[in-house]
């Protein structure tokens, strides 16, 4: 069922964006905290299920750490993975998914990391017929199976 | 066709097809099949939009319970180690299965004897042998012959390439000395028939929008409707139906506006799969069959086998192009897959090479088991494994168990009604040898073609596409469910087409032998009509 994001969620799930997937210079690659994908993620996430763990993970974090999730800066990752590892191990494994779904069908992000950004259909691709000499030592051997009737 | 028809077949997929197409050669036999899904547009495949891979977590997922789509019933699958896969339409799970399509060997029909476990089928390979080639035909099969794994296997279409990632797999089996050969695959490679031939999408684990993959919407539908067969869709059989003289005259079924309906005829044949076919038989129990049609051994749904299987990775310094080709077609090894008492297992298991992931498959895998890290360090991670790893599948055979099962949870129904298939499955011991085996010798290949390292895991939870033995055949009926032709022990005229009636697993994809079986079962219910095969 869908519910609606809170502010609150709004403001954790861009620090998480940030944090998961940052920009990357080396690969000349945006982060997931890029016009489009954030909003994906948003709406992807405004659900019952995501909702509840949330809400988990936020009472735990207050009762470990002493602020909401959506306080926390950059610095405090760390700490939750430590006081809350099961927690956020679960957390990570249910918005994981989403976020990288929405990264990449970014056309920006299929860009820049040069992967495909058509539909497979029709064109295909073209790959080498095989090369028969690497099987010439299967070929010569004995037969490899039990011939009953 | 209105009124009683000669036949009606449940089930529109593998089995289903095969023998639908055998019987229409038979003009004067009036046939219906019905089908719970309908008919799939190819042009509305995922492998038509960029964005195809989401489709594999959504509507095309393997597991009936994630896609609950409008024609899927629920399974429950929560007592097994491995989750029922399947898909409900014209062409069955043939509309998502790979392709891959090795036949059994000799000895997969000799266990007993040969082993000493399990139970001999009532027939031989070689009685098989002439509906194997019939199937190739029919279906469109390419590979390579010659293979010393197999007695001669001829009349295939060229393989399918092994791109730069196979290469180097079969470098790896040579360097060891192991027996591989080129993908068995039920894709053409020559346009045939008014189907393209293989290009190369990709994603055929999604369904083929070229039509080179062989599901049998294209292969056998097209031939047994031209024939004259019935297909009604949308049409979900409930059970079979009795006379008071406990005559079997037809089945109960829901059409499209979940209506129920009753479809007399004359002979009756389930096609629905090793799950659906027993769920069908324990649902129509009555007055005459208290504990299910046909159960007189107490047979039907036991002996459930699933293939459990295993995944072996390799990551490669290289680019491997891996994504590029046939998903689940590439290469096979068989030097693991006859008996040797030396391994510590009976029977024996294949290696299947397989495709690379998609990019969002590859980063949500590595990033779920740890291989890429979230952060700074996401996407030269990510770069160093899409396209660079080389993966396996290890098949492994399952034996035998009469307490790995299918029953009914009268608690749990689907939409029609109707209640809910569920699944217990232990893995043994034996299997899980195999498995471990299959993993070590899968990674030593993988670090002989020159992988950085390698990684193995198994049995993977949504793997369970092969579903056989509930309703299985034999000679006894005591103890089996139907006799060699397929046909019910305790019902005349009601027989099983489908892979519930394997005696083993064999260690291969099923659809080749459970289609040859099927077109059998078909000439079997010919002789019955017309005293000729």
Not at chain 2, 60 to 83: C, K, L, T
Not at chain 2, 238 to 266: C, H, K, M, P, W
Not at chain 2, 383 to 390: M, V
Request: include cysteine; proline fraction near 7%.
């Amino acid at each position: 069922m869908s519910v609606e994001v809170s502010d609150a969620q709004i403001g954790w799930l861009n620090v998480l964006l940030e944090q998961l997937i940052p920009d990357s210079t080396e690969h000349d690659a945006p982060g997931a905290i890029t016009s489009g994908i954030v909003e994906t993620v948003h709406r992807a996430l405004r659900n019952e299920d995501h909702n509840s763990l949330f809400c988990e993970l936020n009472v735990a974090v207050v009762r470990s750490l002493g602020k909401q999730l959506h306080e926390l800066d950059s610095a405090e990752f760390p700490e939750i993975t430590k006081s809350n590892r099961d927690l956020w191990m679960r957390y990570i494994r249910f918005v994981g998914p989403v976020i990288l779904t929405a990264y990449f069908s970014s056309p920006s992000v299929r860009l820049s990391l040069a992967l495909p950004t058509g539909s497979p259909f029709p064109d295909g691709s073209v790959l080498p017929e095989i090369d028969t000499d690497l099987l010439e030592p299967v070929f010569s051997r004995e037969k490899i199976f039990r011939d009953v009737r | 066709m209105t009124g009683v028809v000669d036949v009606v077949i449940v089930g529109a997929g593998a089995a289903g097809a095969a023998v639908a197409w055998r019987l229409s050669e038979m003009p004067q036999l009036r046939v219906v099949c019905l089908e719970q899904g309908e008919f799939v547009d190819p042009q509305k495949y995922p492998s038509t939009t960029p964005f195809w891979e989401h489709a594999k977590t959504s509507t095309h997922h393997p597991s009936p319970n994630v896609r609950a789509g409008r024609f899927d019933y629920p399974i429950d699958d929560s007592d097994s180690p491995i989750g029922i896969a399947n898909y409900n339409a014209v062409g069955g799970s043939t509309i998502l299965f790979s392709g891959h399509f090795p036949r059994f060997h000799p000895s997969d029909f000799r266990v007993r004897s040969l082993d000493g476990v399990a139970e001999d089928w009532p027939f031989s390979y070689y009685d098989l042998e002439p509906y194997y080639k019939i199937n190739d035909e029919m279906m469109g099969v390419s590979g390579f012959s010659g293979d010393p794994a197999y007695p001669e296997i001829e009349g295939m279409m060229p393989p399918v390439p092994l791109g730069v990632m196979g290469e180097r797999i079969a470098k790896g089996f040579n360097k060891l000395g192991w027996h591989w050969w080129p993908a068995y695959s039920a894709i053409i490679t020559r346009g045939e028939k008014g189907r393209g031939a293989c290009v190369n999408l990709g994603p055929c684990n999604t369904g083929c929008a070229q039509g080179a993959k062989s599901s049998v919407d294209v292969s056998y539908w097209p031939a047994a409707l031209g024939n004259g067969v019935e297909l009604r869709t949308r049409s979900r059989v409930e059970n079979l139906v009795f006379d008071r003289t406990g005559q079997l005259i037809g089945v109960r079924y829901f059409d499209g506006d979940n209506v129920s309906r009753l479809q007399e005829a004359r002979y009756v044949i389930l096609a629905c799969n090793g799950v659906g076919t027993p769920r069908l038989l324990l649902n129509s129990a009555n007055e005459s069959f208290p504990n299910g049609v046909a159960n007189s051994s107490d047979m039907v749904g036991r002996n459930l086998m699933l293939h459990p299987c295993g995944y072996v990775e390799g990551v490669f310094a290289e680019d491997l192009q891996s994504d590029l080709g046939p998903q689940g077609c590439v290469l096979l090894s068989q030097q693991f897959y006859e008996s040797d008492p030396s391994r510590g297992f009976l029977r024996g298991y294949t290696i299947q090479a397989l495709r690379g992931p998609g990019p969002l498959e590859s980063a949500v895998s590595g990033t779920m088991r740890g291989e890429i890290p979230w952060g700074k360090g996401f996407h030269s991670a990510f770069k160093s494994r899409y396209n660079r790893t080389a993966n396996m599948a290890v098949i492994a055979e399952d034996l035998p168990d009469p307490e790995n099962r299918v029953t009914l949870r009268y608690d749990l129904r689907d939409g029609s009604g109707i209640p809910v298939p569920k699944v217990t499955y232990r893995l043994s011991d034996n299997s899980r040898r195999i498995l471990s085996h299959g993993l070590s010798r899968g990674r030593e290949v993988l670090t002989s073609a020159g992988a950085l390292k390698t990684t193995g895991f198994g049995p993977v939870r949504n793997t369970g596409w092969h579903l056989m033995g509930t309703t299985r055949m034999g000679s006894d009926p005591g103890r089996s469910v139907v006799d060699p032709f397929g046909r019910a022990h305790d019902v005349m005229n009601l027989s099983v087409a489908d892979s519930s009636v394997f005696v083993t697993s064999g260690a291969v994809n099923p659809t080749s032998t459970l289609q040859a079986i099927a077109l059998r079962v078909a000439d079997g219910v010919k002789q019955r009509f017309f005293g000729c095969m």
